[in-house]
Antibody, heavy 122, light 107 residues
């Protein structure tokens, strides 16, 4: 069955960097766009970034543009989120999410990982 | 950006009740609307996509309707496992945006 396992979450100081990883299994990874979605403690869902199936296109939320980079290695069935210049407001659970399609739109989040927690605090 | 407005933000209901949650988009999104369920400490789960199509494995007591800017999620007969938070999401364009959520609580 489909499995998405995130890792890399940690406590980091403001201005610091972190790289999240998401290992995928149970499906043909290269056939799907992948997203990161985050959720601050006690808050709603916020979409962060998308990377198309072949890495040809990336898009970001304005709140992370220029600071975060999404990438993937289809040979390792893994998607990454490099986070730089971290701020307190980036504190959240970060979910790796599979898109139903290779090249959306539409954007359907059909499988979610369990998340990895990023805390930005001094 | 397309703004998604859900109402109510919370509701209290009993097992067996019919529950309706609404979601309004700030512009026409045709039927590009999805619904998710999230339980405490868990990742969200896709319930309905394209406004009215049930994701595989989702019980038939869940239903979705609407198009354009106004959408509805209905739970026909609330079950104990349905107490959770529900989010709508527009799948039409980037940035993908979610509604603020509706928490369904025990009355």
């Amino acid at each position: 069955q489909v499995e998405l396992v995130e890792s890399g979450g940690d406590v980091v100081q403001p201005g610091g960097s972190l790289r999240l990883s998401c290992a995928a299994a149970g499906f043909t990874f290269s056939n799907h766009a992948m997203h990161w979605v985050r959720q601050a403690p006690g808050k709603g869902l916020e979409w962060v970034a998308i990377l198309f199936h072949d890495g040809s296109n990336t898009y970001y939320a304005d709140s992370v543009k220029g600071r975060f980079t999404i990438s993937r290695d289809n040979s390792k069935n893994t998607v990454y989120l490099q986070m730089n210049s971290l701020r307190a407001e980036d504190t959240a659970m970060y979910y790796c999410v599979r898109d139903r399609y290779k090249n959306p739109p539409p954007y359907y989040f059909d499988f979610w990982g369990q998340g990895t927690l990023v805390t930005v605090s001094s | 950006d397309i703004q998604m407005t859900q109402s109510p933000s919370s509701l209290s209901a009993s097992v067996g009740d019919r529950v309706t949650i609404t979601c309004r988009a700030s512009q026409n999104i045709n039927a590009f609307l999805n619904w998710y369920q999230q339980k405490p400490g868990k990742a969200p789960k896709l319930l309905i996509y394209s406004a009215s199509i049930l994701q595989g494995g989702v019980p038939s007591r869940f239903g979705g309707s609407g198009s354009g800017t106004d959408f509805t999620l209905t739970i026909s007969t609330l079950q104990p496992e349905d107490f959770a938070t529900y989010y709508c999401q527009q799948s039409d364009s980037i940035p993908v945006t979610f509604g603020g959520g509706t928490k369904v609580e025990v009355k």
